[in-house]
């Protein structure tokens, strides 16, 4: 402690305005009396007058308590007396984060999902496996490699575990989510590539494309039809890729919109991005065939089934553009046929059957389409 001598004694520092940012002390003296008694008669202790004996001196920094709310504002965390904060804003680490969930919709992928699992587990807060009705012992092997397991009981389909996923991130407060597939064909490494766009806010989706070179010929071609049918005009490269990430705001615009449960919800996907104006991205990546093909859908009947819903999700969506819009076109080559009829009729007197039956071919399902696609219009608003 220090000498509570009465020689020795003075008001603190900075009470008398002797410093406005530090000041220096002397060492504590840890002598008898009698010494600490000559020191008091023989060295100044008036400011600014030097001293014949050269005492070390400690520097003293003023300690206050730390508060959240206010920034270190010295290197080293250090506060001098004169420094205020207040105002100032802090982020805590914690808070400046951004939690990231990875998402596995599977069925039957025990092969493969441990070490899918295990892998992005090293770039993500959590990873949820979602159980699709799986037959064989793929949700064992993802709980025992670290992963929360959603199980659906029975087979629902792809979309169907999207939207668990989509509801477990919103839920759990997740800042990002990222699907992969699960029979391992995404590299779990190149999750910080779709993610850095999502942390940047340089867009709300960002897909991962393929490059032709890394597809099997068979699936060029499907794909390449899958592009045109489902970009809707836009320059997107790789529609149906399932390796894709999702930042708040467009998981919450996914939520209650979904409605497909097959393996065309990456088109549905991207066609509500597109009606909500969100801000798609695209990184490369890379995709592994060959002996990690494990796909369980054949991709013939794959195509078909994703060309079908694409179709069914533009009527419903759109149904006077996609309905309507073709029956007034048939309707009117129908009506051309028509009068091409009666022109023949009277002109010779036979009947055209040629020209009948084009105008019956034209005339009667533009009439149909048009009194559907307006049927499914007036729906469609009554459901808004």
């Keep these: 402690m220090y000498d509570k001598d009465p020689v020795r004694a003075r008001q603190p520092a900075h009470l008398e305005g002797w410093f406005a940012e530090e000041t220096t002390v002397p060492l504590p003296q840890y002598l008898d009396a009698e010494r600490d008694r000559w020191i008091d008669r023989h060295i100044p202790r008036s400011i600014g007058q030097e001293s014949v004996i050269d005492v070390p001196a400690l520097r003293c920094e003023v300690q206050e308590q730390v508060n959240p709310l206010r920034t270190p504002a010295a290197p080293g965390n250090r506060r001098v007396v004169s420094e205020t904060t207040e105002g ?26 441990g070490s899918v699992v295990l892998r992005a587990r090293q770039h993500v807060d959590e990873v949820l496996v979602i159980d699709d009705g799986c037959t064989d012992n793929t949700a064992k092997v993802a709980r025992d490699a670290g992963a929360t397991v959603i199980s659906h009981g029975t087979q629902k389909g792809k979309g169907q575990g999207i939207k668990s996923a989509l509801k477990y991130a919103v839920d759990h407060d997740y800042d990002c989510l990222v699907f992969m597939d699960g029979d391992g064909q995404h590299d779990p490494g190149e999750i910080p590539l779709l993610v850095e766009q999502i942390r940047a806010d340089a867009a709300d989706l960002v897909i991962g494309f393929r490059t032709f070179d890394q597809m099997p010929l068979y699936r060029r071609f499907g794909r390449a039809v899958l592009d045109i049918v489902s970009s809707n005009g836009s320059a997107i490269t790789d529609s149906q890729c399932g390796f894709r990430a999702l930042n708040r705001k467009t998981m919450e615009s996914m939520i209650g919109t979904l409605r ?12 509500i991005a597109q009606e909500r104006r969100l801000r798609i991205g695209e990184t490369p990546i890379n995709c592994r065939y060959g002996d990690f ?39 009117f080559a129908g009506i051309y046929f028509f009068l091409q009829f009666l022109r023949g009729f009277s002109e010779t007197g036979l009947v055209p059957i040629e020209q009948g039956m084009l105008a019956s071919l034209f005339l009667i399902p533009g009439t149909v389409a048009l009194m559907l696609g307006l049927a499914l219009a007036l729906v469609a608003r009554m459901r808004k």
Excluded at 96 to 112: H, I, K
Excluded at 299 to 308: A, F, K, N
Aim: hydrophobic fraction near 45%; glycine fraction near 6%.
């Design 260 to 271: 497909m449960d097959d393996f065309s919800t990456e088109s549905e996907m991207l066609q």
């Design 88 to 113: 100032s804003a802090v982020v805590s680490r914690r808070a400046s984060r951004m939690r990231t969930l990875a998402a596995v919709p599977c069925f039957d992928e025990e092969v493969a999902i």
């Design 293 to 331: 093909d494990t796909s369980t859908k054949n991709p013939l009947s794959h195509g078909v089934e994703v060309l079908g819903s694409i179709f069914w999700l533009a009527v419903e969506r759109k149904p006077l553009l996609h309905i309507g819009l073709p029956g007034i076109v048939a309707m």
